[in-house]
């Protein structure tokens, strides 16, 4: 998409069309998810506790997944309205108003990640092993004691929680750079600063995209959209960087040993997926019943949305696959643990289900024009996606600690995915809602009279 037509730039454009959306559908999905998701992880998180010694910390690690799961949608706004403003892209506004909603529930986001903050003070204070419900490893109180846990001969004592960590065949020195990784950054003080940084810089940036958006919107005036690009270069520079500390925090840190360059990207890109794909749902969904709505969405911004949500995944492999082969290449022991933990105990059947479904699949099926032009089809692959990036978010948490056969460890998850997401779905209900589902400004002027003379 190049600039926006101004008012002198043709005399016979096309009119905005009379677009009228009821965003109703949105806050009903939401009020159905936070029921089902919510009386499911009651139950099962209940019947979990019966059957395993893991059941308090099973409870938070899948509220954890449910957590980094829909933070992708506020934190992956940014970065994709950051590309869009950067290059002009149609796509941008078309989608611009769910990316705006979504940046908007980011208080919402702070407050869903208070009980994650509580599960690693709790844990931190506590006095063994048996007392950490939290799924980090590090929030372990019995660990941040002296380090004579490490005895003369290289290896950790059977008291300490890493005993089994030693066992494992890792290097002496990898153990010990565990304590000063705990002194230095994994301590529950620091990680809680962290993440107010996140939520505080990024909210800081999500509030200019939506002051100036709206300004601009409201009155194509070019300086606004000249503080737009400007921001969009360094907000997209910070985002990235932030998102790596996040990375770091809430998905890598399960681990105690494992480190990975290349896990930032396949978090990016996940968070890409995501907010790009429940956007190109719930504009497709909202705009379904009017029959003005294809003067905007015409065949080559469907095209373009479609082959941009195709590249998202594609990244998302390569990514998975570099970070597989590195890992594989290194052959240290204290990073193919996390291989391996994955690869035993029925993990092995969700990593089948991700190659499948999170690469193959989608690679096969976005070959065809036809479906990028299919409204319905493209909805349901939204949803196909929303639920494969949440099946990768439990890869990346739940496998990290053992638990007994036949724990519910997993459906619960996927419970807890549906119950937050309800919950934070209702805050960006109430957002959308908020303004007009197009910008009635020149970039949709653009989009209404483009090919309108060729």
């Known amino acids: 998409m190049s600039e926006p037509m101004t008012s002198h730039d043709h005399d016979d454009r096309v009119s905005i069309p009379d677009i009228t959306v009821d965003f109703r559908p949105v ?63 149609s796509w941008g506004v078309i989608l611009r108003r769910c990316f705006q909603a979504a940046t908007r529930t980011m208080p919402v986001l702070a407050i869903l990640f208070l009980p994650i903050a ?47 960590t030693a ?17 230095d950054y994994l301590n529950p003080t620091f990680f809680i600063v962290r993440a107010v940084i996140y939520f505080v810089v990024l909210g800081i940036i999500a509030y200019g995209y939506n002051a100036w958006g709206r300004r601009f919107e409201d009155h194509d005036d070019p300086a606004d959209r000249a503080k737009l690009r400007g921001l969009a270069g360094p907000a997209l520079l910070i985002w990235a960087l932030l998102m790596t500390f996040a990375a770091t925090d809430w998905a890598m840190s399960v681990e105690p040993t494992w480190a990975s360059s290349m896990f930032p990207v396949v978090f990016g890109m996940n968070q890409f997926t995501t907010a ?27 095209i373009d949305m479609g082959s941009l949500l195709f590249g998202f995944t594609m990244v998302w492999a390569y990514a998975t696959f570099c970070q597989y082969m590195l890992v594989w290449a290194g052959n240290l022991p204290e990073e193919i643990a996390y291989f391996r933990k994955r690869g035993d105990h029925g993990w092995q059947y969700l990593a089948f289900f991700l190659m499948a479904f999170h690469w193959l699949i989608p690679f096969i099926i976005f070959l065809f024009r036809e479906v990028k032009l299919n409204r319905k089809v493209m909805q349901g692959l939204a949803i196909f996606l929303l639920i494969v990036n949440a099946s990768d978010v439990i890869w990346w948490i739940l496998p990290a600690y053992p638990r007994p056969e036949g724990g519910l460890h997993v459906p619960m998850a996927y419970a807890a995915v549906l119950f937050l997401g309800g919950l934070w779905g209702l805050a960006f209900a109430y957002q959308l809602a908020k303004r007009p589902i197009f910008p009635a400004n020149s970039e949709t002027q653009f989009l209404v009279n483009w090919g309108h003379h060729h």
């Open 118 to 164: 509580a599960s690693v003070v709790i844990s931190h204070n506590g006095t063994t092993m048996a007392d950490n419900i939290s799924p980090f490893w590090w929030a372990d109180g019995s660990l941040h004691g002296e380090p004579a846990s490490i005895n003369p001969e290289g290896g950790m004592q059977e008291s300490s929680a890493l005993a089994g």
């Open 276 to 302: 790009f794909a429940l956007g190109v749902l719930t504009v497709y969904r909202l705009t379904s019943d009017s029959p003005n709505v294809t003067g905007i969405l015409k065949d080559k911004f469907r």
């Open 27 to 89: 806050r009903t999905a939401a009020i159905m998810a936070l029921l089902i998701g919510g009386i499911a992880y009651a139950v099962l998180s209940a019947m979990n506790l019966g059957i395993s010694d893991s059941g308090v910390r099973d409870i938070f690690a899948a509220y954890q997944v449910g957590f980094v799961f829909w933070a992708s949608l506020p934190f992956g706004a940014i970065g994709l309205m950051s590309l869009a403003y950067l290059t002009s892209a």
């Open 167 to 183: 066992r494992e065949g890792v290097r002496p020195e990898a153990i010990e750079e565990l304590h000063h990784k705990m002194a």
